[in-house]
């Protein structure tokens, strides 16, 4: 079976410092990724989204960047963290078409980062 | 670029007692797929129900249901005898079945769900 794993599970970090999470998926190949962000009392809004290794695709311009340094692998990076950083980020993914796990997507279980 | 709406921030319902959960979607595609995703407290995510709009029939998965209004672009979440443990935030979301390479999820801003024992 397909399961996600995503950390750190909790973060706290300063304004100015880097961050780097990190998502992987176990038992699919070739998975499209996906990196949301949920601030508080909002809905989930969509970063970036890679359909392979080297492939990602920026939604919101802004102090993040993401990279698939390998087909399972998804890391969300910042070089210096902002206050408006602060939030829930939750990686997901979902099997390319005509395999279990397609055209659904599947949540880790979230890292809570906190910039102070 | 589709979007998707959710009008109820907050809804209760009394425990045993049936809820609905209201969503829109704005689209100019014909191939879709629809989801509910609930978020309990502990904020994991979890699938509740799928529907495909290519399909007629409204799904179901035990207490849940939806009523899918292709034509009004609606796509409601009912809860038949509300459990405790249906307390969550519930978000709706789209989804292009399109072969152009659109795999973006969208999402609502949420509804969270408040069940009265």
Known sequence: SQTIHQWPATLVQPVGSPLSLECTVEGTSNPNLYWYRQAAGRGLQLLFYSVGIGQISSEVPQNLSASRPQDRQFILSSKKLLLSDSGFYLCAWSATAGVPGANVLTFGAGSRLTVL | ?117
Do not use: H
């Open chain 2, 1 to 117: 670029a589709q979007t998707v709406t959710q009008s109820q921030p907050e809804m209760s319902v009394q425990e045993a007692e049936t809820v609905t959960l209201s969503c829109t979607y704005d689209t100019s595609e014909s191939d879709y797929y629809l989801f509910w995703y609930k978020q309990p407290p502990s904020r994991q995510m979890i699938l509740v129900i799928r529907q495909e709009a290519y399909k007629q029939q409204n799904a179901t998965e035990n207490r849940f249901s939806v009523n899918f209004q292709k034509a009004a672009k609606s796509f409601s979440l009912k809860i038949s005898d509300s459990q405790l443990g249906d307390a969550a935030m519930y978000f709706c979301a789209y989804r292009s079945a399109g072969t152009s390479g659109t795999y973006k999820y969208i999402f609502g801003t949420g509804t969270r769900l408040k069940v009265l024992a």
